[in-house]
């Protein structure tokens, strides 16, 4: 995948649903670290409760994350100008000295577990050295990720000073888009009337809106000049620490993406529109006092694709509509009036009419009888191959997801366990929880593997397994799996496991 380029990096990624008894909490994910690539399937499976839909609702900031990064790099920060830009900007020096502080905390941590002798000791006090070694890392990168390598230097006020001021001109750039947008849409409704319709009482609207877009347009070349002057400053403020080698690494985290997990409610509402959700139920999802041409384009709506009475909206929504196998007729239609597969077109086209970049199936075809279930995977192919769509498809069907994925992830309790090419997954199992999930698809090859019975129920995710969260039901289990959590690495090329006991008879 080293070709492909990253849609979505996700670091630690941590959920935990607060309980009614003070301290305690549900640990839906439980630090979850993975790459999802453009134009591609990633299929996420698992037993019920592991947390799959979950991860899913919270890469989406549907719920907001408990801890860990959400980066994406379907829109560059220019492009949004969030509000953690500015605040990490302008307190680069409280931030610099609480860095120092973590990494010392982190450095006095590490060398009393080193003087350690025991593995006993190691292993009590291993997890605080990770808490402490994450802490700094995430300190670091706050600072890294938007200034790089200027968080060194000596004299933080000429920083704070131009990139602030290179912020001030991206959030104006920001704002003259926003307000592009808008003269496009007046533009583009009068026009369409004139145009198509022959209705002359709007062309007075038109070339008001062609002349505010005109305006709109000049400005944004200015402050774009404005952008590339102030950052043209930033590059020569830089070679003077051409040779400063510690400058130069910082500079290497420096990062476009955005943090997901950092924007407010309306910069994140800003940009849900590149990412939508295809819910489970068919039948519950969809407000049955609304006719589908009123579900379909109530997402138009709500991001000003169009204005209420824009008569090129019903246009689009029967186009996604054909796009999705909904027949034009059904416009006007409620929900009780369709079929379970149906209801599952109409929602994947309320997702699509937004014109999205990833979209989060969940479970998106379990609720449907096998023989629809093969037409709605097939509509999600087409669709994905014409628009560059890029799905996180989750299910508990392995059969399933071997069809429809590129890449396969297996979580068990709020944990990655092994991430791989769908191919190579189901041809080298790695993880003990893998190999009792293939064991288990039906088969009428009469030299099937051997199936491995999972015994026992899995642990509550309130209070899970020290070490290996799947060591209470793993019959490969030692001392070192209910001491220690297993890290996360990679065994084979893209193929990533994390288990102390990996089956070296798949290798």
Request: glycine share 4%; with cysteine; net charge negative.
């Amino acid at each position: 995948m080293d070709n492909k380029k990253v849609l979505l990096r996700i670091s630690n990624l941590k959920q935990y649903f607060p309980l009614p008894q003070r301290g305690l909490y549900v640990k839906a994910n439980d630090g979850i670290t993975l790459d999802i690539y453009e134009g591609e399937v990633f299929g996420l499976v698992g037993e019920s409760g592991c947390g799959k839909s979950t991860l899913g609702r919270t890469i989406l900031q549907l719920y907001k994350q408990t801890d860990g990064r959400t980066m994406y790099y379907g829109r560059t920060i220019d492009s949004l100008a969030p509000k953690y830009v500015i605040r990490t900007i302008k307190t680069l020096d409280k931030q610099r000295k609480k860095l120092a502080s973590l990494e010392a905390a982190r450095d006095k941590m590490q060398a009393e577990y080193d003087a350690l002798t025991t593995d006993k000791a190691r292993f009590a006090m291993k997890d605080n050295l990770d808490q402490a070694i994450k802490a700094a890392n995430d300190a670091l990168l706050d600072m890294a990720n938007i200034v790089g390598g200027f968080m060194i230097v000596d004299d933080l006020e000429p920083v704070k000073a131009i990139f602030t001021e290179e912020y001030n001109k991206s959030l104006e750039l920001h704002n003259l888009e926003l307000k592009r947008q808008k003269a496009q849409l007046k533009y583009d409704s009068a026009a369409y009337r004139v145009d198509n319709k022959g209705q002359e009482k709007y062309r007075p609207a038109m070339e008001r809106a062609k002349a505010e877009l005109d305006a709109i347009d000049a400005s944004i070349e200015k402050v774009q000049k404005e952008i590339d002057e102030v950052r043209r400053r930033i590059d020569e403020m830089r070679t003077k620490y051409a040779d400063n080698e510690e400058f130069q690494k910082l500079e290497e985290l420096r990062d476009d993406g955005i943090d997901l997990a950092r924007l407010d409610y309306n910069e994140m509402r800003q940009v849900r529109s590149d990412m939508q959700l295809i819910f489970q139920d068919p039948y519950s999802s969809l407000n049955p006092r609304m006719t589908v041409g009123q579900i379909v384009g109530e997402g138009m709506l709500a991001h000003e694709y169009f204005d209420k009475n824009d008569d090129r909206m019903q246009e689009e929504i029967l186009r996604v509509m054909d796009e999705c196998g909904l027949a034009p007729y059904f416009l006007h239609r409620y929900p009780h009036q369709f079929s379970g597969g149906q209801r599952q077109r109409i929602g994947i086209a309320r997702a699509l009419a937004v014109r999205p970049r990833f979209v989060v199936c969940d479970e998106a075809v379990s609720a449907l009888d096998v023989s629809i279930q093969s037409q709605i995977i097939n509509l999600l192919q087409d669709l994905r191959d014409k628009q560059n769509l890029t799905y996180m498809f989750i299910t508990h069907d392995l059969s399933v997801v071997k069809y429809i994925s590129d890449r396969i992830g297996v979580m068990y309790l709020g944990a990655m366990v092994e991430l791989s090419d769908s191919q190579e997954m189901f041809d080298h199992p790695l993880h003990p929880y893998t190999e009792a999930l293939l064991s288990a698809i039906p088969t009428t090859d009469e030299e099937a593997k051997e199936l491995v019975i999972l015994e026992g129920d899995i642990p509550s995710p309130v209070n899970p397994p020290k070490g290996c969260k799947f060591n209470t039901r793993c019959r490969y289990c030692t001392e070192i799996c209910t001491k220690v959590t297993p890290e996360w690495i990679e065994v084979r090329p893209n193929h990533f496991v994390a288990c102390h006991h990996i089956l070296e008879k798949n290798l």
